[in-house]
T-cell receptor, first 113, second 113 residues
């Protein structure tokens, strides 16, 4: 059964720093990997989707990489801002979108002004 | 903008009540999902559906049922609510295929007293 682990569980950094969030998964037979952001008490907002054949995706200050063979993904946030404070969730799809995502437990990120 | 809409943000129900959580998507997606999210346990899949009138059990289906009579609507039913079903419930939808990610609703915070 697929398992997804996110490290660290929590992270607090000063504004302006670049940071990396880590995600690992046990079964490399994935269709894609998705990074989400969740604000307290709210739903999930999709940040980036990486297909299994891709190595990375970029959106603004965010860059996500995927190394499928080693079961790892990273989310890089450049020039962090207080508004980036949220929980970041990594999720993998093993069934092509038809049978659910497997989620990590998230990294709770605090950006200090 | 594409949307997954959950009918209630907050619900308070009594033990033993029958509870309906409604989810509607406007993207003509084939697949729909219900997750619950609890501190320390992360997101867990309750049920999903890949077509009208079709349903599949997820990881924690006990105490729940679902209904999908129309493509755009997926309902989660708590037949007899219990206090251990107090949780955040999240609905999602997706297309099938490597190119597609999941879109989530804003969540329903259910409290059973």
């Amino acid at each position: 059964k697929q398992e997804v682990t996110q490290i660290p569980a929590a992270l607090s950094v000063p504004e302006g720093e670049n940071l990396v969030l880590n995600c690992s998964f046990t079964d490399s037979a994935i269709y894609n990997l998705q990074w989400f952001r969740q604000d307290p008490g709210k739903g999930l907002t999709s940040l980036l989707l990486i297909q299994s054949s891709q190595r990375e995706q970029t959106s603004g200050r965010l860059n996500a990489s995927l190394d499928k063979s080693s079961g790892r993904s990273t989310l890089y946030i450049a020039a962090s801002q207080p508004g980036d404070s949220a929980t970041y969730l990594c999720a993998v799809s093993s069934g092509g979108g038809a049978d659910g995502l497997t989620f990590g437990k998230g990294t709770h990120l605090i950006i200090q002004p | 903008d594409v949307k997954v809409t959950q009918s209630s943000r907050y619900l308070v129900k009594r033990t033993g009540e029958k509870v309906f959580l409604e989810c509607v998507q406007d993207m003509d997606h084939e697949n729909m999902f219900w997750y619950r999210q609890d501190p320390g346990l992360g997101l867990r899949l309750i049920y999903f559906s890949y077509d009208v009138k079709m349903k599949e059990k997820g990881d924690i289906p006990e105490g729940y049922s679902v209904s999908r009579e129309k493509k755009e609507r997926f309902s989660l039913i708590l037949e007899s609510a219990s206090t251990n079903q107090t949780s955040m419930y999240l609905c999602a939808s997706s297309e099938t295929g490597i190119l597609y990610g999941y879109t989530f609703g804003s969540g329903t915070r259910l409290t059973v007293v």
